[in-house]
């Protein structure tokens, strides 16, 4: 049922607690038809006028009927999507993921997608601020501009659901997404098993400014300390998913670790950069490279050996939840809510899907070691 049928107390409009459930008798009282005219306009059987249809739409929503009404009659719902700079494979693939939502869905729903850069707060607020859509699912820093946009949109009654990257500390209706401390600790355990030896960790994350990447930097200095007390964290870099700044940074930092470095995390997008800088340095023994998601870069560094794992976030799995919870906010849908914890999926080199089924996630992938390479349009 929406939010929209419940009153101050919490209760469906026209019901208050301990009363009865409202019934298709009751409808028809508080339009003033009869019951059959009722079950003809809510089962859509036809032979009703338009103004009366109506008449038993508006009563059955005053009365927070529990039940789905029909589809001519629900209220047209247009979801913004708010995205990251589109240059980015992780963007392209999460674009991709919302056009394959939004064709599942009928012509009531229209979802409208924009990319802004986000590294640049205030803009993005201003974006936020400007919107024509009745509701936004964002990805975003945890910024003050951004954080009083929400708040604002929220006062209009626009709900706003984040993924990717949570900002609690805002009112949205909700976050859909990964747990981003365990997939830090996951990458520390996967490091602490798979270093040849001990030494020094460098990490390269995005931003601090965006909660997704503290938490992984956070659960990954947290498990190497339980699971590798005797690796040490060199440094942690701060890219900004740039990647030539990135490339720099790593390179520099390696050129002048004390030690030869035995690993590198990476909880961004610039993986292409680390590949960059390793390829520049003569090791005796490669450090392990751990990063996020499966793109098609990623998919190349896993089969010839330059990164060891990929955690990916599936966000076309969270594309749909976070539709489908602004779907049941405004009434399009009657499904029993699904929890709003995405898993994450670690790929290595045995298991990067086949080319044939890249289209599933709009990705253009290598084959497995051994395969010849392909690509999908």
């Not at 708040?151 to 709900?159: D, E, M, Q, Y």
């Not at 609690?168 to 520390?188: F, K, M, Q």
């Not at 939840?321 to 914890?341: C, K, M, Q, Y």
């Not at 599933?360 to 392909?374: F, H, Q, R, V, Y």
Request: aromatic share 4%; net charge negative.
């Amino acid at each position: 049922m929406s939010d929209e049928t419940r009153d101050d107390t919490g209760e469906p409009k026209g019901q208050r607690p301990g009363a009865a459930r409202p019934g298709l008798s009751d409808v028809a009282a508080r339009a003033g038809v009869g019951i059959a005219t009722v079950d003809r306009v809510l089962n859509e059987r036809g032979n009703v006028s338009p103004a009366t249809a109506r008449k038993v739409i508006e009563a059955a929503r005053d009365l927070g009927l529990p039940r789905i009404l029909p589809r001519p009659y629900r209220r047209g719902v247009r979801i913004g999507v708010v995205m990251a700079r589109r240059e980015t494979p992780f963007a392209e693939r999460v674009s991709a993921a919302f056009l394959r939502v939004g064709a599942t869905l009928d012509r009531s729903v229209i979802i409208q997608r924009s990319f802004v850069d986000e590294t640049r707060p205030r803009e993005v607020a201003e974006h936020l601020a400007s919107t024509n859509a009745d509701a936004l699912i964002i990805y975003g820093q945890e910024q003050l501009a951004i954080i009083d946009a929400v708040r604002a949109l929220a006062a209009r009654g626009i709900p706003v659901v984040t993924m990717i990257s949570d900002i609690p500390t805002s009112p949205r209706l909700a976050y859909v997404g990964i747990d981003h401390y365990s997939a830090g600790r996951t990458a520390a355990f996967f490091m602490a098993r798979m270093a040849r030896r001990s030494g020094p960790v460098l990490v390269l994350c995005h931003s601090y400014d965006y909660r997704a990447h503290a938490e992984r930097v956070s659960g990954f200095t947290d498990g190497l300390r339980d699971h590798a007390p005797e690796m040490t964290i060199l440094d942690v870099i701060e890219g900004h998913d740039r990647q030539a700044e990135s490339e720099a940074l790593v390179l520099d930092r390696i050129g002048g670790a004390p030690d030869e470095i035995v690993g590198i995390y990476n909880t961004g997008g610039a993986n292409r950069a680390v590949d960059k800088a390793i390829g520049q340095v003569a090791w005796q023994q490669r450090p392990v490279f751990i990063g996020h998601e499966l793109s098609i870069h990623t998919a190349r560094m896993l089969s010839t050996g330059v990164m060891t794992l990929a955690i990916d976030q599936n966000p076309e799995e969270q594309a749909r939840r976070a539709v489908d919870v602004l779907l049941r906010r405004f009434g399009h849908s009657d499904t029993p809510p699904e929890a709003n914890d995405v898993a994450f999926t670690i790929f290595g080199p045995e298991n990067i899907p086949p080319a044939e089924e890249s289209t599933e996630t709009g990705l253009s992938l290598p084959g497995k070691p051994g395969e010849g390479p392909t690509s999908v349009p």
